[in-house]
């Protein structure tokens, strides 16, 4: 890859090439789930979401024109995980789900992992302002990598399931092993852990499942314009079919492994298996609208040693647009409408612009197209 990153993105611009509507139940809307979007991903005709202000997944249907091109996606069905695993902090407290994997029957959410610093409120006195930003909170759902066992529902749809035969929800985290107490002495992500996210701090943003390895992107830190991404293999628990422990990954029996890449100063968004690479969405760390990319990660599936990715091995893919204060995208899908036109990415946006807003209480995504 040649030239400064302006050069090289100013001539990839993604187009939308249509909206479509999600449409969320009262539930949900009364939640503000719609409004805070984290995490999405395609199952089929089915569509995975989650917001980052509750402890549950959302499951909304397609809905097709006679060209077989997805117009919208309803009929959600709201997935507790309290129903499906326990919780560090039980059902109320929110998960902070900011990624989604789905692969071989199983569904994957994970939560951020990270630290909240207390926000400055309009109209407070500077004492007590100062007294806010020196408060740190530690809320232990989002702490937790939760896999559910998919099965086929009288509907012909999938849904998650507490246990189907051997094959049992579980989580990690919770008992002293959540993925930050893996990272307790690691050399580049220890000092980081008591830092919150949006101080670039540790920042959990990503998951995807490609065979039996998992990849957790890392919106902060970032090291000297490097982002990271954590790769686990993780089983079930010998002693509770209801726990997750990580497993070793490669040589060295080592339960992680750290990879680098080279994103120009951003941290990652997103990540979305596409065959055996991965999509990596990405925007910047701190609390900021952009720029926001999505890059091409080639061969993540058969990766066999930690990785230290240069900008030219991350092809570009292209630039998606940006709000002023609003229309962060958080979450890609590959959207396969299998009606010869080729995939698309379907995209969803936390904090949406009041023209994403439906009069229904929907949410439009948008539909950008990709080259392969």
Not at 277 to 294: E, I, N, Q, S, Y
Request: net charge negative; aromatic share 4%; proline share 7%.
């Amino acid at each position: 890859m040649s030239g400064t990153y302006p050069d090289i993105w100013e001539h990839l611009r993604m187009i939308v090439e249509r909206r479509v509507e999600l449409r969320f139940g009262m539930e949900s809307r009364q939640a503000e789930t719609h409004t805070n979007l984290s995490a999405v991903r395609q199952d089929g005709r089915c569509l995975w979401v989650a917001g980052d202000e509750t402890a549950t997944v959302e499951r909304l249907t397609a809905r097709t024109d006679a060209a077989g091109r997805v117009t919208a996606y309803d009929d959600e069905r709201s997935v507790a995980l309290a129903d499906l695993v326990e919780l560090p902090a039980g059902r109320d407290e929110e998960a902070d789900i900011e990624g989604l994997a789905s692969s071989d029957g199983w569904l994957w959410a994970i939560g951020s992992h990270s630290l909240k610093r207390k926000k400055v409120k309009p109209g407070q006195s500077d004492a007590k302002a100062r007294r806010r930003l020196a408060s740190v909170v530690r809320e232990e759902n989002r702490f937790i990598l939760v896999r559910m066992p998919l099965v086929t529902g009288e509907d012909g749809l999938p849904e998650p399931v507490r246990a189907d035969g051997d094959r049992t929800a579980a989580v990690l985290g919770g008992r002293g092993d959540s993925l930050t107490d893996l990272l307790a002495y690691d050399p580049h992500l220890a000092p980081f852990l008591p830092i919150p996210s949006k101080d670039n701090g540790i920042d959990v943003e990503g998951v995807a499942a490609q065979g039996d390895r998992i990849f957790v992107g890392l919106r902060g830190p970032v090291l000297r314009g490097w982002a990271v991404v954590i790769e686990l293999r993780l089983g079930t628990h010998p002693r509770d079919p209801h726990r997750l422990e990580a497993l070793p990954v490669g040589d060295g029996g080592r339960r992680y492994r750290t990879h680098f890449l080279d994103l120009g100063g951003l941290g990652i968004r997103d990540l979305c298996p596409d065959g055996d690479d991965l999509l990596v969405l990405t925007g910047p760390t701190m609390d900021l609208d952009g720029p926001v990319r999505v890059v091409r990660w080639p061969g993540s599936a058969h990766l066999e040693a930690p990785g230290v990715v240069p900008a030219g091995e991350l092809p570009p893919v292209g630039e998606l647009p940006y709000g002023d204060g609003d229309d962060h995208a958080e979450g890609i899908a590959v959207l396969d409408e299998g009606n010869g036109a080729g995939p698309r990415l379907l995209v969803v946006y936390d904090s949406p612009a009041e023209s994403r807003q439906t009069d229904g209480g929907g949410i439009l995504a948008d539909v950008v197209s990709f080259d392969k």
